[in-house]
């Protein structure tokens, strides 16, 4: 668990930090708000996966191929985006697993980032920990710089639209403050709750 690197005071900046991040999970997942793999919609795995490969060998994806696609041992392995932020490309897969555990193991299995406690420990390592200083300069007290905050998941890629469900998710979040729902609990344990708050209770800030 990567609890320890999240803010420990409930202020403004921490309360637009969250209202984002919960915002980016609802994109990402397909308004799931569950660690999915990256065209989860496509049934059965088989089939997915022959999409997937199309896309990025020989369709517009084509371009991320030599760090997407890769045959390790006879075997296709796909480095598309799982998880909250969907994680995506070998060298991150490489890089988080080391971070997260020490070893490859992600690498050599990257279905392990869709294991919820690993999908957790990842969005917030990517918040928290490799991304730190741009989150930390895009928000404050009462600011925050919606279309850079995009940036530190995917450039400008739907940014108005994620940040227009940022904002309802910040008043959102003064209200539960407001009536003390969640008190006293970490900032970790807010965010995870308020993800299985959003699953459970039919997306209930939407």
């Known amino acids: 668990c990567l609890a320890e690197y999240m803010p420990s005071k409930w202020d403004d900046r921490c309360r637009r930090q969250i209202a984002y991040i919960i915002a980016t999970v609802g994109w990402e997942t397909n308004l799931s708000f569950q660690p999915v793999q990256e065209a989860y919609y496509i ?5 997915r996966k022959s999409a997937l490969i199309k896309y990025y060998t020989t369709g517009p994806g084509r371009n991320s191929r030599a760090t997407i ?7 296709t392995v796909l480095y598309t985006g799982r998880g909250y932020v969907q994680l995506t490309h070998d060298y991150q897969y490489q890089e988080f697993s080391q971070m997260l555990f020490g ?8 279905d392990i980032a869709l294991e919820p406690d690993v999908a957790m420990d990842i969005l917030i390592a990517w918040f928290y920990k490799k991304h730190r200083a741009k989150l930390e300069r895009y928000t404050g007290e009462g600011y925050w710089d919606l279309k850079k905050l995009r940036g530190i998941v995917n450039g400008t890629d739907k940014w108005d639209l994620i940040g227009a469900q940022a ?10 403050d407001k009536i003390s729902i969640f008190e006293p609990v970490s900032l970790y ?15 209930l800030y939407l």
Not at 167 to 176: D, F, G, P, R
């Open 189 to 203: 344990e807010r965010l995870k709750l308020s993800l299985n708050t959003l699953y459970n209770l039919n997306k």
């Open 103 to 110: 070893d490859d193991r992600m690498y050599s299995d990257p």
């Open 167 to 176: 904002k309802k998710n910040y008043n959102a979040l003064n209200w539960e």
């Open 69 to 75: 696609v890769k045959e390790i041992n006879g075997k």
């Open 43 to 47: 049934t059965p795995e088989s089939k």
